[in-house]
């Protein structure tokens, strides 16, 4: 049986979101706006079927894919860079590949014990969060 991820989940901790955020060209305004955020995950999965909503009180950022197919993402309220993005299962983490102008560009879900972690990471610069069950 693979990790059910499914749930809501508030951030509790967020190291170097910063430098993730430079590596991306997010401006100082932004960054010092996002920086301050706590943002809630919701996370469904079905089957090999998942929905992030990553939810806040400046922006939203929604993703749908199927597990094991690339598909098209346009980062919309992010950085707005389009890339080809593909997740697949590394034993019971949830590895996201997003190939496109940025590189090294990904992230990395896993459970540990009832927290939630989320690996960000573009070009040098890797973030890392933490999320409690709301
Ligand atoms: O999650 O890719 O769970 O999509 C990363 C923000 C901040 C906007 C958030 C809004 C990167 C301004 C999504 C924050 C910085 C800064 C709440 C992380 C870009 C712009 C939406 C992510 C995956 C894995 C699913």
Redesign the pocket.
């Known amino acids: 049986m693979p990790v059910d991820f499914s749930g809501t989940w508030n951030l509790v901790s967020n190291d170097n979101?910063e430098g993730?955020?430079v590596a991306?060209g997010?401006d100082f305004a932004?960054?010092k706006?996002?920086k301050m955020?706590k943002?809630q995950?919701v996370?469904k999965q079905d089957g090999d079927m998942l929905s992030?909503h990553?939810?806040?009180t400046?922006?939203?950022?929604?993703?749908q894919f199927k597990i094991g197919e690339e598909f098209e993402e346009d980062?919309k309220?992010?950085?707005n860079r389009k890339c080809k993005s593909l997740v697949t299962w590394d034993n019971d983490k949830l590895v996201?590949v997003q190939i496109g102008e940025k590189k090294n560009r990904g992230?990395t879900?896993w459970l540990e014990g009832d927290d939630l972690h989320?690996e960000?990471r573009c070009e040098n610069q890797v973030c890392k969060q933490v999320f409690k069950r709301a």
């Open positions: 979101f993730y955020m991306l997010i932004t960054r706006i996002a955020l943002p995950k996370i992030i990553t939810t806040s400046f922006r939203d950022y929604m993703l980062n309220g992010l950085d996201c992230w879900h989320l960000l």
